[in-house]
């Protein structure tokens, strides 16, 4: 049998409502995905370490997702359901290479976080889309 070809994706309200739904599984609804050339190439929740006593300690979803990337990110964009915090900023630009950080704006992004991802990114975007229906929505669910 031979495999039909499906189109490439090349949407920001399709990767950033994937992020919003992968999210939702998260106690803090918090993901990121690794996008590149219209494909996803890595994901990753939010999530308490896997052995861990401490209360309230979650592993950002940023991290996940870049540890779990095998291979090169020159040409990706990552993907945020948030606004990135100056700690993983600096995780983010410890995996030099990304082309394009794009996040939804839950809170108004750090002066030092732009700094820095102006100086080792190409862009930071705040996404602009109209997805906030999706993001009020997914936060109301006791999930």
Not at 6 to 17: A, H, L, R, V
Not at 107 to 112: G, I, N, T
Request: hydrophobic share 45%; proline share 6%.
């Amino acid at each position: 049998m031979k495999r039909k070809n499906f189109p490439k994706i090349d949407s920001f309200d399709y990767w950033m409502g994937l992020a919003f739904v992968m999210g939702a599984k998260s106690p803090s609804r918090n993901a990121a995905l690794i996008v590149e050339n219209s494909l996803l190439v890595s994901c990753g929740i939010e999530t308490p370490p896997p052995v861990s006593d401490a209360q309230n300690v979650l592993i950002p979803a940023e991290v996940i997702a870049i540890l779990n990337c095998k291979k090169d990110l020159s040409n990706a964009s990552l993907y945020l359901t948030r606004t990135p915090d100056y700690n993983v900023a600096m995780m983010i630009i410890a995996k030099i290479g990304l082309r394009k950080v794009i996040y939804f704006p839950t809170e108004p992004l750090d002066s030092k976080v732009a700094e820095l991802f102006s100086g080792f990114f190409g862009e930071i975007d705040e996404y602009k889309g109209n997805l906030n229906w999706i993001y009020d929505y997914l936060n109301s669910l006791d999930l």
